[in-house]
């Protein structure tokens, strides 16, 4: 419970941890950053790192100070984003088979490979771009790609449009909105609030099969 209250106060205070970053490091920030991003979609164990607020405070960093720029920013992290995601798709692709040996294994047989298989050549292009701005489900959705051997063309040309959008549409409304008085007051709760409507999509989905299932 403590190490989820600690994450939950860093994601909500991410700002201010940037700019103790910053002043401690410099230009390593940068360095951070792409790391931080690379890892939270290159990892398919780590869809908790806080993805969308991050990218906002970062947006938010380069309006306020003269160490971040925010051009710079967005020409490293969105590759970063594109490269975790290529990781992701790989490390699900030759790890799939082994995965789905087991013909009889209850959760991991070969009907459910060839499922997400049809399921990702069909709406493999919606899914990848969608699931950048769905926090758990953008770390998964690379991965499950690979599984379901999504063609690599067809993968990492939404791949890149996904990661420049979500990269770009976060960075760039930090950098125009997190400077103004309103929004530098009530960080915390914009913050929650990019939360809230990230997961959203999840909680709407969840509650409609549990309809259905009824």
Do not use: C, Q
Not at 23 to 32: D, L, P, Q, S, T
Not at 53 to 63: I, M, N, P, R, V
């Amino acid at each position: 419970m403590e190490i989820l209250t600690n994450i939950l106060n860093i994601v909500l205070h991410i700002d201010d941890y940037l700019v103790v970053l910053l002043e401690n490091y410099g230009v390593f920030v940068y360095a951070f950053l792409f790391v931080v991003v690379f890892i939270e979609t290159g990892l398919v164990v780590t869809p908790f790192l806080p993805g969308d607020s991050l990218l906002f405070a970062a947006g938010a960093l380069s309006a306020t100070s003269a160490g971040v720029n925010i051009v710079l920013l967005f020409v490293l992290l969105a590759p970063a984003a594109i490269l975790g995601d290529t990781v992701n798709y790989w490390i699900g692709y030759y790890i799939g088979p082994k995965v789905f040996r087991e013909k009889k294994s209850r959760f991991f047989n070969r009907e459910y490979l060839e499922r997400t298989h049809a399921f990702y050549e069909k709406y493999g292009g919606k899914v990848i771009i969608l699931a950048r701005f769905i926090p758990i489900i953008r770390t998964f959705a690379p991965f499950v790609a690979g599984v379901g051997k999504m063609t690599y063309p067809k993968f990492i040309s939404y791949n890149v449009i996904g990661g420049i959008l979500w990269v770009g549409l976060f960075t760039f409304a930090g950098y125009f909105f997190g400077s103004l008085p309103l929004v530098k007051d009530h960080f915390s709760l914009i913050i929650l609030g990019i939360i809230i409507i990230s997961v959203f999509p999840l909680i709407f989905e969840f509650a409609v099969n549990k309809y259905r299932a009824r």
